[in-house]
């Protein structure tokens, strides 16, 4: 059975808690670390209801899971930070969502 | 309101050198004519961890997948390349390259609306007395009744208080002095993290202006990216 949107935009949602627990050492950015995940995570799982069941496109599924490789390798925390940013934006273009 | 270059004090003197590296110009280049999935290539390459090329085809489907045409992938190469340049010279490096990419992209970007001569780097922003603001703007636009400061920054973490107040003060001393200065924050980051940044912050901004990854190719007097 095909990978759905909904599915592989569930797994970037997780790797953005993945992020958090990275960033988590920054003390002075803890409420922006809060707030980055509110956000993208809501606008992630704001895209997979809105494509619920859709099957996912050619290379979306390698692309999430390079993706979420790519997050749980970040050690250090202020990467992390600015990832929690990052990472959202390629997961959407990765299932063909434009996040502008 | 006149303008000055900045002092060529130790900082400005490596950082010239940053900024002189022919891989700025070169990134800038790609940048400005760049789609916005290629800029978000950038972003991500140039901030990630992994140097592997084939990494970073793999998680941009969009740009090197089967459904790409020759022309995409040809540049969305370039671009890659030149990323894992920047991320390859080490956490110190990159954040200094990362910096000067964005404010060579943005004159690149003004020059296609204003004529080059008009535009500056690293200058300061008089008033009668008023004191000198210590840090310069990274690009200004100097026409007559049409001014602009331009602050750069590669992510959204580089909105702050001293950002916020040092452009709000510009644009306001200018208005006490009868002209008008137009005073924008490019950040290389997605708006919605920027506004997410923003909200937290007490500073004032009004009036402020700011570019992020989404809106870039306003600078250049478009609204979209030509790709």
């Known amino acids: 059975m095909a990978t759905t949107v909904d599915a592989l935009l569930r797994r970037a949602?997780?790797?953005?808690?993945?992020l958090a627990d990275t960033a988590t050492p920054?003390?002075?950015?803890?409420?922006?670390?809060?707030?980055?995940?509110?956000?993208?995570?809501?606008?992630?799982?704001?895209?997979?209801?809105?494509?619920?069941?859709?099957?996912?496109?050619?290379g979306a599924e390698a692309?999430?899971?390079?993706?979420?490789?790519?997050?749980?390798?970040?050690?250090?925390p202020h990467r992390a930070i600015d990832w929690l940013s990052t990472l959202p934006l390629v997961a959407l273009v990765a299932v063909g969502a434009d996040p502008r | 309101m006149r303008f000055q270059n900045a002092a060529k004090d130790a900082r400005a003197i490596v950082y010239a050198a940053i900024q002189a590296d022919p891989v700025v110009a070169r990134a800038a280049g790609l940048l400005a004519d760049a789609s916005?999935?290629?800029?978000?290539?950038?972003?991500?390459?140039?901030?990630?961890?992994?140097?592997?090329?084939?990494a970073w085809r793999t998680m941009f489907p969009t740009l090197f997948g089967p459904g790409s045409d020759d022309a995409t992938a040809i540049r969305a190469?370039?671009?890659?390349?030149?990323?894992?340049?920047?991320?390859?010279?080490?956490?110190?490096a990159r954040n200094q390259f990362r910096g000067a990419i964005v404010e060579a992209l943005t004159e690149q970007l003004l020059g296609r609306?204003?004529?080059?001569?008009?535009?500056?780097?690293?200058?300061?922003?008089?008033?009668?007395?008023?004191?000198?603001?210590?840090?310069?703007?990274?690009?200004?636009?100097?026409?007559?009744?049409?001014?602009?400061?331009?602050?750069?920054?590669?992510?959204?973490?580089?909105?702050?208080?001293?950002v916020l107040?040092?452009?709000?003060?510009?644009r306001r001393h200018a208005a006490d002095d009868g002209e008008r200065l137009v005073a924008v924050l490019v950040i290389f980051d997605a708006g919605r993290t920027c506004q997410t940044r923003l909200a937290r912050q007490t500073a004032p901004r009004q009036g402020l202006r700011m570019v992020t990854l989404e809106t870039l190719d306003r600078m250049?007097?478009?609204?979209?990216a030509r790709r």
């Open chain 2, 165 to 170: 107040n040092q452009l709000d003060d510009a």
């Open chain 2, 77 to 92: 190469e370039a671009v890659l390349a030149v990323s894992l340049d920047v991320a390859g010279r080490g956490e110190q």
């Open chain 1, 13 to 18: 949602t997780d790797s953005l808690g993945v």
């Open chain 1, 63 to 76: 692309a999430i899971d390079r993706l979420a490789a790519e997050a749980a390798s970040i050690k250090d």
């Open chain 1, 26 to 58: 920054v003390e002075d950015e803890w409420q922006y670390v809060r707030d980055l995940v509110t956000v993208w995570g809501g606008a992630l799982r704001a895209e997979a209801d809105a494509r619920a069941g859709h099957a996912a496109p050619a």
């Open chain 2, 36 to 54: 916005y999935a290629e800029r978000l290539l950038a972003r991500a390459a140039m901030n990630g961890e992994t140097l592997d090329p084939e």
């Open chain 2, 113 to 162: 609306r204003v004529p080059p001569t008009a535009i500056h780097r690293e200058r300061r922003i008089l008033f009668d007395g008023v004191a000198t603001e210590i840090h310069p703007y990274d690009v200004t636009v100097e026409l007559p009744g049409a001014a602009e400061a331009y602050d750069c920054k590669w992510g959204a973490r580089g909105i702050g208080a001293d």
């Open chain 2, 220 to 224: 250049a007097g478009t609204t979209v």
